[in-house]
């Protein structure tokens, strides 16, 4: 029978491999801070309470492990037929109502009846529109207020 290595002791390695070590000092028993030395260019680990320093071997400081999670959801496209975000494209010319920015109402054609091609649309100077009519309606009704407020009560 020969021996095969279990996934447990994989799991076990990964975790003894991402486990953070700390060392202490040998004289008074607090904890080593990494320091350069920049006159040998090596780095040692000294204690702040004592001058004890040890040198480190040639060990990995830095590791950087990158995710690829992005990876794992690229190309999924399932949930996009029932999103309601995203616009149909089955349909190549939808028939979209144009608005009228000013008052909200649909714009038709006043040939046919028809609603204007999709994407335009037609605004008016204030001037010219009151409240969606015309100023000349408006200012004949402005009159008439005023003829009513002239009046003997």
Do not use: H, W
Request: proline share 7%; aromatic share 8%; net charge negative.
């Amino acid at each position: 029978m020969s021996a095969y290595d279990s996934p447990k002791d994989d799991v076990a390695d990964d975790q003894k491999q991402k486990k953070i070590e700390f060392r202490f000092c040998k004289e008074c028993a607090n904890m080593l801070y990494p320091r350069e030395d920049k006159t040998l260019g090596t780095l040692t680990f000294q204690c702040r309470n004592c001058q004890f320093s040890e040198e480190v071997g040639p060990v990995c400081i830095y590791r950087n492990e990158l995710s690829n999670t992005v990876g794992e959801t690229s190309g999924v496209t399932q949930d996009v037929a029932s999103d309601p975000t995203v616009g149909d494209t089955s349909d190549p010319d939808p028939i979209i109502p144009g608005f009228c920015t000013f008052c909200g109402q649909e714009i038709l054609c006043p040939t046919c009846g028809d609603p204007t091609d999709g994407g335009q649309y037609l605004e008016v100077v204030e001037d010219e529109v009151v409240d969606g009519r015309y100023e000349q309606e408006a200012d004949q009704e402005i009159m008439d207020e005023d003829d009513e407020d002239d009046m003997p009560a």
